[in-house]
């Protein structure tokens, strides 16, 4: 997750993508940035990018999947460092197609109760608690 050292959040966007009662979840490459954390499906969003548009094409490029995003649920701000700070906004999200990992080292299907298992990036923790609690 390269956030630009500006001092000012970073804009990313993730998807809440849903089937059979389980949640799709990603789990980072090894060597990179939070090497092996999972996460929820997204990212950045380019200048001039509405963040809807953003996670579409995030969702084509991560896991080869069409989407059609839904209504925004969840968003919050979360500190990487002193100068790494990122907006997350979680929309719902429903894929065409099953989804590969082409950028991530495995893709799962989760019971939301189940999510609390996994080592997630810090900045999704707020949104595993709420889902591994029912609340979204």
């Known amino acids: 997750m ?36 999972w996460e929820f499906p997204g990212g950045k969003v ?19 999947v069409d989407a059609q ?3 925004l649920v969840f968003e919050h701000t979360h500190a990487y460092g002193p100068d790494r700070v990122a907006h997350l906004l979680f929309y719902e999200a429903a894929i065409l197609g099953d989804p590969q990992a082409l950028e991530h080292a495995a893709v799962r299907w989760v019971k939301p109760v189940g999510l609390r298992l996994f080592r997630f990036v810090a900045g999704d923790g707020p949104i595993v608690e709420k889902l591994a609690r029912g609340e979204l």
């Open 2 to 37: 390269a956030l630009a050292p500006s001092g000012q959040p970073t804009d990313v966007v993730a998807a809440l993508v849903r089937r059979g009662g389980q949640i799709l979840i990603c789990q980072r490459p090894p060597g990179g940035e939070l090497a092996l954390e």
């Open 46 to 64: 380019d200048p001039g990018e509405r963040p809807e548009q953003a996670l579409a094409r995030e969702l084509r490029e991560e896991l080869g």
């Open 69 to 71: 995003i839904g209504p």
